[in-house]
């Protein structure tokens, strides 16, 4: 059992200003090697101002399968100021 | 509660209406075990790849090249990881794959059991070999798979660099001596069978195509991927004044496309099952960089241990 280890899930800033976004996961024995190795896996080409790891057990995610999680009971449109008729101006 | 025949449909018009799957959909086990084995055999093909031309980092001719050449290997073990990773959303573990790669039991992409005796050898497989895989990895960014398309879209991105160093050492070796054309020249015709076997057997001698094609696991048939790299690359080696070796190779102006001669499908049989000419020394190579590497592997993990990080 050496070739396994956890899976971190890596996120990427471009440059400051920017959000970090997910790129991709590693395998790594710790988070200060999982950093190494995405910076080797994600950073070794473009700019990169800041990567974060987090250990992917760590993550809450929904289930794709739960579609009802998302589900809207009534119409939403008024959060859209597409759907306000009154002129610009 | 959906019946399976309610959750197959659904899956089918998911894939219809061109969404991507994601890990934790329903899929069928067909449509799993399919993109195991496929996605697998692709990381094995990205960390054996790294061996054929691996072994010119020594000799690269000049600095410039050498830093080059080891960048591009540096891509594909990388390459390999972010496919290994994109078969594990689907159940099966890095080092189960591993595993099955050291000991014979994995196959791979049948280009790399071929050897690698001159320094052009290195510049045709960036040009033709990473041509050939771009067309089908892009192909293959069209899938229906979210991981894999994901892997795919960066791969391409990568690739183009590593088509792109190989295509000028060809050209540095088309514009050099009579010899140094000799040897760009003896590299095209010997790799020109194997890259056209890459993409597969004609859809109608291949077991996995139709399903595959149905699933969107590929969007492309072989005869169209390898077709679709015969138009690109043909006129690009007689622009250099290099020869196709294959005297029925010429342009059919009905079909707008090239016509070429097969590859012999029972070579590529063979030699993706293990009896080609490098496969034994390629394992071996495989093999041994994994035991010299493994204390490697266990200060890493001592290191994590010892800052008290669970296992």
């Known amino acids: ?89 | 509660m959906l019946t399976e025949e309610q959750k197959l449909a659904a899956f089918e018009e998911r894939i219809a209406r061109g969404e991507k799957v994601e890990p934790g959909d329903w899929m069928p086990d067909e449509y799993r075990q399919n993109l195991i084995r496929m996605i697998g055999q692709h990381a094995h093909s990205e960390i054996v790849g790294q061996l054929p031309e691996g072994k010119w980092i020594p000799f690269a001719p000049g600095f410039r090249r050498k830093l080059t050449l080891i960048a591009k290997v540096q891509d594909e073990a990388g390459h390999g990881q972010l496919l290994y990773r994109a078969a594990e959303t689907l159940g099966k573990s890095r080092e189960e794959m591993m595993d099955e790669l050291l000991s014979g039991k994995a196959k791979y992409s049948n280009v790399f059991n071929y050897p690698t005796p001159s320094w052009a050898d290195v510049g045709v497989i960036g040009w033709l070999v990473d041509t050939a895989a771009v067309i089908n990895q892009s192909m293959l960014a069209q899938g229906s798979y979210g991981p894999y398309a994901r892997a795919m879209k960066r791969i391409c991105y990568e690739e183009s660099f590593h088509i792109k160093q190989g295509y000028d050492a060809i050209v540095a070796l088309a514009h050099g001596t009579p010899e140094q054309r000799a040897m760009a020249q003896d590299a095209i015709s010997r790799w020109w069978y194997p890259t056209l076997m890459m993409s597969g057997p004609p859809d109608s001698r291949s077991v996995h195509s139709e399903k595959a094609l149905r699933w969107r696991i590929k969007t492309k048939s072989n005869e169209e991927v390898r077709q679709e790299f015969v138009d690109l690359i043909v006129p690009q080696i007689r622009a250099l004044g290099f020869d196709v070796p294959d005297k029925h190779c010429s342009f059919d102006e009905k079909t707008g496309h090239y016509r070429y001669t097969q590859p012999d499908w029972d070579e590529l049989r063979r030699v993706v099952n293990g009896d080609g000419p490098c496969n034994k020394e390629r394992l071996e190579i495989r093999r041994r960089a994994h035991d010299e590497g493994r204390w490697v592997r266990e200060a890493l993990a001592a290191g994590g241990a010892a800052r008290g990080v669970r296992a």
């Not at chain 1, 280890?5 to 395998?27: I, L």
Request: include cysteine.
């Open chain 1, 1 to 89: 059992m050496d070739t396994q280890w956890e899976t971190y899930e890596v996120f990427h800033q471009a440059k400051r200003g920017e959000p970090h976004e997910h790129v991709g996961s590693v395998h790594a024995p710790d988070p200060a090697m999982a950093l190494q190795l995405a910076r080797d896996q994600f950073a070794r080409r473009l700019k990169c101002a800041s990567l974060w790891v987090v250990r992917t057990s760590d993550v809450t995610m929904t289930d794709y399968q739960d579609e009802n999680f998302f589900a809207q009971s009534t119409d939403k449109s008024y959060r859209d100021p597409k759907a306000f008729g009154a002129p610009d101006r």
